[in-house]
């Protein structure tokens, strides 16, 4: 097998028989297979199988029940699953023409690249296949902001936000990628150095159905990328920023209507520890959860902490003020970053740790090194 042509799709049964068709028709003298990742709550998965009891190719399903990674996890599936170590990875809505696959398998048989990428900005390529005007500047927007917060790895890169690409899956560590979302290319990009090429081509409109794009989507790229960028620390920080703007949100909504401002104090802490804990699950920590213990003890966990931490932090603040003679707003300043800093360590280390972990002779240096990891990693090198 020359070429493993990777699909993922999610309720996208219109277009199989039209996308087997003409991806049949265009990899005429390459040895190749398709590999739909189906994600489907609809009748895709009844139509692949239709399709592939008479494609001309070797057609097969990998049906998940459970949607782990997202579109990101559907690809990495597929390259599990491949039969040959060239993957090309496109979309199911044929908005990817695979008219094009053999100009992308021809730069990739030369020999000299890991990745050859699809573009939309280079070359004669073109993006006329977004719905509106709004969102070709929402994607020339985010590929701009994308390629400036990576300008090492991705300076030759056009088009890294496409999920249009051929790469040679022995180039991919799978061990270092966590796929959050749809931008699986990015993931791998951001992670590893890879000799790339890029070959321009039309974005086309869908043959059928609808665009899953939304502003859900939008919310997950933001967290993939900054993740990607900065670690965890970066969302861990970002996540307390949003809280203490709900915070002083809450605290004024209820000094507002009447309740004294002790109450209100206490009663937007503990939303905002709360609500801090919900998106620390989702965005920050979802790759550690399954090996931590239950949901309800995590919680537990956290909660307790961050109001402890916060009846430490107060006296603190009013001796550094009362006694040392420091600025109430500079003092306040030193107590939450030494705050942040310490919740970020509990979680990382004592919320979110594997269940049954073992006390090891060395544990101190352990702790310090999953700590570097956890804040640190995978930024840009």
């Not at 999610?10 to 040895?31: H, K, Q, S, W, Y």
């Not at 270092?176 to 699986?184: D, N, S, V, W």
């Not at 209820?254 to 998106?279: C, D, K, M, P, S």
């Amino acid at each position: 097998m020359q070429l493993s042509i990777i699909v993922p799709t999610f309720n996208e049964a219109p277009n199989i028989a039209e996308l087997v068709r003409r991806v049949t028709a265009a990899v005429g003298g390459i040895d190749a297979e398709i590999i739909f990742v189906d994600d489907s709550t609809d009748s895709t998965p009844d139509e692949i199988r239709k399709v592939s009891a008479s494609a001309a190719l070797p057609v097969r399903l990998i049906h998940r029940d459970r949607r782990s990674g997202g579109l990101g996890g559907a690809v990495l599936e597929g390259f599990a699953a491949a039969e040959s170590d060239a993957c090309l990875v496109m979309d199911g809505d044929l908005q990817h023409p695979p008219e094009d696959i053999p100009a992308l398998w021809a730069r990739f048989a030369r020999g000299d690249v890991d990745a050859v990428i699809g573009s939309r900005y280079a070359g004669g390529g073109t993006a006329h296949g977004l719905a509106d005007r709004s969102r070709v500047v929402v994607s020339k927007a985010a590929t701009s902001l994308t390629r400036a917060m990576f300008p090492i790895r991705l300076s030759e890169v056009s088009d890294p936000m496409t999920g249009f690409f051929l790469i040679d899956r022995r180039a991919v560590d799978g061990a270092t990628l966590k796929p959050r979302g749809f931008k699986i290319l990015l993931e791998i990009l951001a992670r590893r150095n890879l000799r790339v090429a890029e070959v321009p081509f039309d974005f086309a409109d869908r043959h059928a159905g609808e665009s899953k794009a939304s502003m859900r989507q939008g919310l997950h790229f933001a967290v993939q990328l900054t993740a990607l960028r900065f670690g965890k620390m970066s969302l861990f920080a970002l996540i307390g920023v949003v809280g203490a703007v709900v915070n002083l949100a809450i605290m004024w909504g209820l000094i507002h209507v009447g309740v004294g401002y002790i109450v209100a104090a206490v009663i937007a802490a503990e939303v905002t520890i709360v609500g801090n804990f919900l998106l620390q699950e989702r965005f920050v920590f979802q790759d550690m959860r399954d090996s931590a213990s239950g949901v309800w003890l995590r919680f537990a966990k956290s909660f307790s902490f961050n109001n402890a931490e916060a009846l430490v932090r107060i006296p603190v603040l009013a001796l550094m003020v009362q006694t040392w003679h420091i600025s109430a707003v500079v003092a306040a300043a030193i107590t939450l970053v030494v705050a942040f800093v310490v919740r970020f360590m509990f979680h990382s280390l004592v919320v979110y740790a594997p269940r049954n972990a073992g006390v090891e002779p060395s544990r101190a240096r352990h702790l310090v090194e999953e700590l570097d990891a956890q804040s640190m990693s995978p930024g840009e090198l």
